[in-house]
């Protein structure tokens, strides 16, 4: 079994790049971050662009980001529940994110190290860089980081289902290759209006509270998705 996690606004409380940009970013006269997310939003831009764009706006030294990224606020039930499933399943983080945000976070939370997949942040003498090492050019979301990649990518020696939790538009894709579905957020629209069969959750004790109720042939079960 594999479960594949997104990160911003299902693992953090709140979207790691907005809060960022809320904080950091700085607007021309003629456009704010905030328009450039509608575009995406309305589908008129890819993920990439979006969110190059507005990286390209975030203005502050190192020491002030690391601190902010200590600073992110975690759902506390994340750990509880990752520790149950870990004990039969293989469970990864993938956000089309900032992998260092996540990195970073996580460790200061004093969590065990889980393997991420996630856009690259680096450092540079004029502020910082966002690059795309894991984007897919025939990605149906035009995401930076192919989520359904990664899937198919893992499930295969994982041998079993493919189960998805998230709350946004960069989950939308997996979310039909996915076996299970964990939603919150706008995830649980797109599941209602493509009939994607899914459990809303808020926290992950949620989610926890539906997994310990799974019989063992459930959580064994290959995955019938992956073709």
């Known amino acids: ?29 003629t456009q704010n971050w905030e328009d450039i997310e509608q575009e995406w939003l309305d589908g008129k831009i890819t993920a990439v662009e979006c969110m190059s764009r507005q990286i390209d706006m975030v203005e502050t030294d190192n020491i002030s980001l690391e601190n902010f990224f200590r600073g992110i606020q975690l759902d506390a039930s994340f750990l509880p529940f990752y520790k149950h499933v870990t004990q039969f399943a293989k469970l990864v983080i993938a956000s089309d994110g900032l992998d260092h945000a996540i990195k970073v976070a996580t460790k200061n939370a004093g969590w065990p190290e889980i393997p991420v997949y996630s856009n690259h942040l680096s450092f540079t003498t004029s502020g910082i860089n966002m690059s795309f090492p894991r984007i897919k050019a025939d990605c149906k979301g035009g995401n930076g980081m192919c989520k359904c990649a990664v899937a198919r990518e893992l499930a295969v020696d994982a041998l079993g289902p493919i189960v ?6 960069s989950d939308a894709c997996i979310s039909g290759m996915a076996d299970i579905v964990f939603a919150k957020g706008s995830l649980i629209k797109h599941c209602e209006k493509n009939d994607i069969k899914h459990h809303k959750f808020q926290t992950f004790a949620d989610v926890l509270a539906i997994v310990k109720k799974w019989p063992l042939e459930q959580t064994q079960t290959v995955s019938n998705k992956l073709a």
């Open 1 to 29: 079994m594999l479960f594949i996690v997104d990160f911003d606004g299902t693992i953090s409380v709140k979207d790691t790049i907005d809060a960022m940009l809320e904080q950091f970013a700085v607007s021309t006269p």
């Open 164 to 169: 998805l939790i998230g709350d946004g538009k």
